[in-house]
């Protein structure tokens, strides 16, 4: 077997690593300078020390310049159990080495790289030879007692979501075995590029003692606990099970695991436990009501609609109250990366309503809803706390004025919106009104009943006067929940689950977050829990969606020897073209919609030239309207992004996504993107680059072939500026703008 072979090897390969290296008690078998080593047991790294033991771990590139060597305490990131040295060196065309070192023991926690990737087919490295690279890495990092401990490679994977081996990329996953005991979570996680070089490296190891290997209850006791166990039914974005960040306001009903569900069995007690380690019970979400909000239309309102709106709003809460008009306007970016504008209202109570109310504002957002209250003399960043116990509201208090003013202000809403109730202990709520003066209690967003997964908004409330400071809440989420119903029960995704996984014996140490928020440190427990194929159930097809499977999916298998396979790969890579069922369909003609598309996703990585967001108007994310291309219309949010970012000219009635685009059609976006767009409409100072373009079509095509960008087919005679254009070609244009951008960044 592999364990076998890499704990009899592990031995003879230290014994190899130890001819020129020091060793130190706490890396047996790892080198790090002689002069830490000799010198320094029971201190800690100086930064010359950590870079030079970052420099005996892996390779810095000799054009590479320390860009940062930050040392951090403990008390500074809960994941620490020591303090730590992060470091980082840049290279040329934004590449990047970041490293983080345990500042007592020298021990490597993290290592990342990034750059250009791109490998070329038959640089590509097998399975085999990028285990044996990480096998090697390992080797060099890691103590032979460590290594002697580790389970084969992805014997135990239970990651929420595995990394990408779209193109070559090979991740490993080593877990620590202890008492012949898998401890879920800890080890090493590696990452090996397509040229056979580790590209990722994260340690995972608890350093305090492990609870006894012994059990209390038996595997059939255990069992029959688990069954009680069961995935809730949410509302997930799909880029988190899928990995493709441009879809990221599309959402599946899932069954899957929260935080706060019972998900393992205490080994010892028999109790059912959380992610964060704690006893608990089933419990599911409770709206605030059974109002539900109108389906929005879409339509953009103006300021003076806004103020109506507001005005509406405040009627809602007890007292009269005076408007005092416009105070400020501003744009948030939504999930389609679209600005959404935003007013603010300032409203005042009317005499007679005592003296110690305070004015307060109303934001609406230009769709009509209200997105914050906020008093005028909130700090969202506090100094010092709220002083003794004694002069301080309760808990109960607090969350007592919190949800009396959200069901006031979002009384048309209440069926959408469930409050999440925390335990807290006293310490945890001592610490908070130390820190910030105020108590921060979470609400949850409700889709037909059914929680949106991470979609909440926080109110504050002061500590002292009992009073709520701020609500915020940009609800963006809930517009791109298509309503479904799920087609299996609870009780089928769980028998999905055991058709998958198998209850196990592990080791599990709840995340160190959690008890830092109790001021405590995470301690391991025995536990059963559900081990193998890590994934969650489709609740409308009742399907079980295996991680490993979706990541291999990612991968083109259509690409093969296409001459432009290397920008095709590159395209996916940057998440410019996306892969779906393993087709990239690199000779299928493009949309003019599908264009916008994929050149607003390149707009994010090529910053040639942006305007300014210091320079906000509101003339400036003020609409343009295509007759085509409504609120309602799935690519709105792009298209409106490229106009407001001047990719598209505002010009005409109609978009026409559904189109083929032309060749000088996407060498017009493509020339805007260079931030060229205040002179194409200026043909008469340009030389024609190709004799078939017509006068309006010179300055674009021009433009490019000035910058050295030619598109695929073009040549000295000919341009073909009317024919359409294929996914492969517009990933060697963006290719080839991308070489221009790193050219210019060099200059």
């Known amino acids: 077997m592999r364990k076998k072979s890499w704990r009899l090897t592990a031995g003879l390969a230290t014994a190899m690593l130890l001819v020129p290296a020091i060793p130190t008690a706490g890396v047996p078998g790892v080198a790090l300078p002689a002069a830490f080593a000799a010198e320094n047991q029971g201190k800690e790294l100086s930064k010359e020390e950590a870079i030079r033991s970052v420099q005996n771990y892996i390779s810095i590139p000799a054009d590479f310049k320390l860009e940062r060597a930050t040392y951090q305490g403990p008390e500074r990131n809960p994941f620490l159990a020591n303090a730590a040295w992060s470091l980082s060196w840049t290279g040329k065309n934004d590449a990047g080495i970041y490293v983080t070192l345990d500042a007592a023991t020298g021990k490597l926690l993290q ?28 080797e060099k990092t890691v103590s032979a007692d460590e290594r002697a401990k580790l389970s084969e490679a992805n014997e135990y994977n239970m990651a929420s979501r595995l990394y990408s081996s779209t193109f070559g990329h090979h991740p490993f996953a080593f877990t620590r075995i202890e ?23 994260s340690r995972t190891w608890y350093e305090g003692s492990l609870p006894a290997a012994k059990p209390a209850l038996t595997l059939d006791e255990a069992q029959e606990k688990i069954a009680e166990a069961l995935p809730s039914l949410v509302y997930t974005r799909a880029s988190t099970i899928t990995g493709n960040f441009n879809s990221d306001t599309n959402y599946l009903l899932l069954y899957k695991y929260q935080i706060g569900d019972p998900q393992f069995v205490d080994a010892m007690s028999g109790e059912l436990l959380n992610y964060t380690g704690k006893p608990t019970k089933k419990a599911k979400l409770q709206p605030l009501g059974n109002t539900i909000s109108k389906a929005s239309t879409g339509k953009l309102i103006t300021k003076e609609e806004a103020q109506v709106i507001a005005d509406q709003v405040v009627k809602k809460l007890p007292g009269s109250y005076r408007s005092n008009g416009n105070r400020g306007s501003g744009a948030t970016s939504g999930p389609d990366g679209v600005e959404r504008r935003r007013w603010g209202f300032e409203y005042t109570p009317v005499q007679g309503q005592g003296k110690d109310q305070e004015s307060f504002r109303i934001y609406i957002g230009d769709r009509g809803e209200l997105v914050e209250y906020r008093k005028d003399d909130y700090q969202p960043i506090r100094r010092g706390g709220a002083g ?21 202000l979002f009384a048309e809403r209440l069926g959408e919106i469930a409050y999440n109730p925390e335990q807290r202990s006293e310490m945890n709520i001592k610490q908070r009104l130390e820190q910030d003066g105020a108590y921060t209690l979470s609400f949850g967003w409700l889709k037909d009943g059914v929680p949106v997964e991470d979609s909440y908004f926080r109110v504050e409330v002061s500590a002292t006067t009992g009073e709520v400071e701020n609500i915020r809440t940009d609800a963006y989420e809930l517009e791109g929940i298509q309503p479904a119903k799920a087609k299996i029960d609870q009780e089928a995704a769980k028998k999905l689950e055991e058709e998958n996984q198998t209850l196990t014996l ?30 969650v159930v489709d609740a409308l097809s009742g399907k079980w969606i295996s991680f490993e499977e979706v990541s291999k999916a990612q991968g083109p298998q259509d690409v093969g020897d296409h001459p432009q396979k290397e920008a095709l790969e590159l395209a996916v890579r940057y998440g410019w073209l996306t892969v779906t069922d393993g087709k990239l369909e690199p000779d299928k003609p493009l949309t003019r919609g599908e264009a916008a598309q994929i050149m607003a996703r390149a707009m994010d990585r090529m910053e040639f030239h942006r305007r300014s967001y210091y320079s906000f108007s509101e003339e400036q994310v003020k609409p343009y309207s295509f007759d085509d291309i409504d609120s309602k219309h799935p690519l709105y949010g792009v298209i409106q992004k490229s106009l407001q970012e001047g990719l598209i000219a505002k010009e005409g009635r109609r978009f026409e996504p559904d189109k083929p685009i032309t060749r000088v059609q996407l060498a017009d976006m493509a020339a805007r993107l260079l931030g060229y767009g205040d002179i194409l409409n200026k043909p008469e100072i340009f030389v024609p680059a190709y004799p078939d373009l017509q006068k309006s079509q010179v300055p674009a095509v021009t433009l490019l072939s000035a910058e050295g960008i030619e598109f695929v087919g073009a040549t000295a005679g000919k341009f073909a500026p009317e024919a359409s254009v294929t996914r492969a070609e517009i990933a060697q244009l963006l290719k080839d703008m991308l070489e221009l951008q790193q050219r210019k960044q060099k200059n």
């Open 388 to 408: 003794s116990s004694d002069q301080t509201v309760s808990w109960e208090k607090a969350e007592q004025n919190a949800i009396q003013l959200v069901k006031a």
């Open 179 to 201: 008492n012949g005991i898998p401890f879920i979570g800890n080890g090493f996680h590696l990452v090996v590029d397509a040229k056979g070089e580790v590209e990722q490296f």
């Open 506 to 535: 592990t080791y599990f140490l709840p995340d160190p977050y959690y008890a830092s928020q109790e001021e405590q440190s995470s301690q391991p427990f025995l536990v059963y829990r559900m081990v193998g194929d890590a994934g």
């Open 111 to 138: 290592y990342s790289r990034y750059g250009n990737e791109t490998a070329s087919a038959d640089q590509k490295v097998s399975e085999e030879a990028a285990l044996e690279a990480a096998t090697k890495f390992l």
